[in-house]
């Protein structure tokens, strides 16, 4: 008895994942733009480019416990439309973490995690 796969299962496994990949990878970014748009709305500044670029991608741990990809996204955004200032989104999974907005003056606008207070002086979290 042969126990040895055959290529083109193998083949087919292969190209399967890396298909399943490309979708996962394709949603989370959508989902990401699509926080950025809405949090740029809410905080009354402007969205750049409309893109987002994939800063870091790390292995974590779902609420449940299940892993999932930590994905870093930063983006573009401009408060007078002459300065471009760095945003980030950060999604655990498919799940938002935090949207962040780093503002001129220095502070940083966070977008707010449940059960997560206020930490540093120049972080304002927004409800």
């Known amino acids: ?5 055959q290529p083109f299962i193998v083949m087919v496994l292969v190209l399967g994942s890396l298909i ?3 979708v996962s990878a394709s949603r989370a970014r959508e989902y990401a733009l ?3 748009k809405r949090f740029c709305k809410q905080t009354d500044v402007q969205l750049l480019d409309y893109t ?3 800063q870091k991608l790390r292995p974590a741990r779902d609420r449940d416990g299940r892993f999932c990809w930590r994905r870093y996204y930063q983006f573009e955004f401009s408060v007078d439309g002459a300065q471009r200032f760095p945003g980030r989104v950060v999604l655990n999974g498919a799940v938002l973490l935090r949207c962040e907005l780093h503002m001129p ?3 940083t606008l966070v ?3 449940p059960g997560s207070p206020a930490g540093e002086s120049n972080v304002r979290y927004l409800d």
């Open 1 to 5: 008895m042969n126990l040895q796969p």
């Open 20 to 22: 399943w990949l490309w």
């Open 34 to 36: 699509h926080a950025c």
């Open 52 to 54: 987002v670029a994939l």
């Open 105 to 107: 003056d220095g502070t």
């Open 111 to 113: 977008s707010p995690e």
